[in-house]
């Protein structure tokens, strides 16, 4: 992954904001291009909580295709390589066929009651905490769950973000 500084991402144009720092929302560079009309940003800080409050604000639509747009978690198929990654660290890529079968089996179940994939950010995680999670929150209602997903995603963006970009003024939050 490139890593930038606070001061090159501001001087990109908008295309370039959108393809280089709009990747840490999978798939989903309308949240980049929402938040470019803050640009230029004080600060990492500042640029992440303008992406969120631009996701935050979107029609349910967005949001809706903002959560589809996330891979399965556990899945053998094409996944972006930010989401490659973070899956390998949290040792999905080594999965047994006994554990594949029963990820895929959550995964399936999760998609049929709320019709987007199970979210969750996994750096720090791994395959256990990970099914247990997915047991737990497909009993949640689905507002619930919708609003669990987003979280998760603006957690992911975060991460990715601090892996992304170099700024000396960034808080540790």
Same mark, same amino acid.
């Given at each position: ?12 144009t ?16 309308? @949240?980049?291009? $929402? ?9 990492l800080? /500042?640029?992440? *909580?303008?992406m969120?409050? +631009? ?14 747009a996330?891979p399965?978690?556990g899945?053998?198929?094409? @996944?972006?390589? $930010? ?10 890529? /080594?999965?047994? *066929?006994?554990?594949?079968? +029963? ?20 750096k ?13 929150r ?6 619930? *769950? ?13 991460f ?14």
């Open positions: 992954m490139i890593n930038y500084s606070m001061e090159q991402v501001n001087k990109m908008e295309q370039e904001f959108m393809h280089s720092v709009g990747v840490v929302f999978e798939h989903s560079p309308w @949240v980049a291009k $929402s938040a470019f009309g803050h640009h230029p940003f004080s600060s800080d /500042q640029m992440y *909580e303008k969120i409050e +631009e996701m935050t604000n979107a029609d349910m639509s967005l949001k809706l295709s903002l959560l589809r996330h399965d978690l899945t053998r198929l094409e @996944v972006s390589e $930010s989401s490659k990654h973070e899956q390998q660290n949290a040792g999905l890529s /080594q999965l047994s *066929e006994e554990e594949y079968r +029963e990820f895929s089996l959550l995964n399936k179940k999760y998609i049929e009651k709320f019709d987007f994939p199970f979210i969750m950010a996994v720090g995680q791994d395959k256990h905490s990970i099914k247990e999670s997915m047991k737990t497909i009993n949640n209602q689905y507002e619930k *769950e919708f609003k669990t997903a987003l979280s998760q995603v603006e957690k992911i963006a975060r990715r973000l601090v892996d992304m970009i170099v700024d000396e003024n960034m808080s540790t939050k």
